[in-house]
C-alpha cells in the first residue's frame, strides 16, 4: 500500500524495499464454494538505513618528548586528504598559565580545545592535508617558559573528514575523567591530558587504549587516551577516563574526529 517506500511481487509475498520510511502490506485471500473471503490484513513495518562501517582509520601515529620547543622526526602520510591532529601535554609554571602553538609539515594549524584551569597544558589542534605528505615534521612550542616539559603526540587519520564534538575537563585531585556527546556515527573519541603533580602511570578504564604516555623526570605525566574503536551512533555520551591515580591535580581535553561520509 505504500509503493514509495516498498513494493511486493503480487502473490509469491516477495517484498522489495525502496527507501527509509514506513511500509504497510495488506493480504487478501478470496473465497470459493467451500470457503468464505478471508478478511484484509495490514501489518506496517518501519525501513531505516543499515550504518556502514565507518571507513575512519589511523595512517600513523608520532611522537616526541621533551623540554621546551619539540618536533617530530620526519614522516609522510600514505596518500592524500588525512586529517592531522596534535595532541599536546605540557608543564607549565607555578604562576600564570601555559599555551602551546603547533605548527610544520607546511599546513595551517587551528586550535581546537585547550584545557589550562590547573598547572600547564592539555591541548589538540589540526591540520587538513589535501596533498600526501612527504618527510615531513611538526613543532609543539610553548608560550610560557623554554624549559618545560611537554609530551606531542601527532596521528594522521584517513577516512576524516574532520572535528566534531569537543570536552575540557579540569580537578584538583580525582581520576581523570571527560565525556562528550557524539555527533555522527563512527566517529572517534579521543583525549590529552596532564599530570602537574607526579610522574605516574595511568590506568586506562574498559574499552580504552593508551595512546602514548610521558612520564617525565620532572615529576609530570603527559598522556593521549582513546576508545578502542569507533562508535557505532551519533548521539552516544563517550566518556574517556581512568581508574588510577586518583589525588592529583588534571586537565583533559577531548576532541571526536569525523568519518568521511
Not at 598547572?119 to 623554554?146: D, F, K, R, Y
Not at 573528514?161 to 575540557?168: F, P, Q
Not at 581523570?176 to 556515527?185: K, M, Y
Request: one cysteine or more; hydrophobic letters at 35%; charged letters at 10%.
Amino acid at each position: 500500500l505504500t509503493t514509495s517506500v516498498c513494493t511486493t511481487s503480487g502473490t509469491s509475498g516477495s517484498v522489495t524495499l525502496l527507501t527509509t520510511g514506513t511500509c504497510t502490506l495488506q493480504a487478501d485471500q478470496a473465497g470459493n464454494a467451500t470457503f468464505n473471503p478471508a478478511p484484509s490484513v495490514q501489518r506496517s513495518f518501519a525501513v531505516s538505513a543499515t550504518v556502514p562501517p565507518s571507513s575512519l582509520g589511523i595512517d600513523k601515529t608520532v611522537v616526541k618528548d621533551g623540554n621546551g620547543p619539540i618536533s617530530t622526526a620526519p614522516f609522510s602520510t600514505a596518500g592524500p586528504g588525512e586529517l592531522l591532529v596534535a595532541f599536546v601535554g605540557s608543564d607549565g609554571p607555578t604562576k600564570g598559565s601555559q599555551t602551546i602553538t603547533v605548527s610544520g609539515a607546511g599546513l595551517a594549524w587551528t586550535l581546537v580545545q585547550r584545557t589550562n584551569a590547573r598547572h600547564g597544558s592539555s591541548e589538540i589542534w589540526e591540520a587538513s592535508a589535501p596533498a600526501q605528505l612527504s618527510n615531513v615534521t611538526v613543532t609543539s612550542t610553548q608560550a610560557n617558559g623554554t624549559t618545560f616539559g611537554q609530551s606531542l603526540t601527532v596521528v594522521a587519520f584517513e577516512g576524516a573528514s574532520g572535528i566534531g564534538a569537543t570536552a575540557s575537563a579540569n580537578r584538583a585531585t580525582g581520576a581523570p575523567r571527560i565525556s562528550l556527546t557524539t555527533t555522527v556515527a563512527g566517529s572517534w573519541v579521543f583525549a590529552v591530558g596532564n599530570d602537574w603533580d607526579r610522574a605516574t602511570a595511568r590506568v586506562v578504564d574498559t574499552g580504552q587504549v593508551m595512546v602514548h604516555q610521558f612520564l617525565d623526570a620532572s615529576g609530570d605525566t603527559y598522556w593521549t587516551q582513546s576508545q578502542a574503536a569507533t562508535t557505532p551512533t551519533a548521539g552516544t555520551v563517550v566518556t574517556i577516563d581512568d581508574t588510577a591515580p586518583t589525588l592529583d591535580r588534571w586537565n583533559l581535553s577531548a576532541v571526536e574526529i569525523l568519518p568521511s561520509p
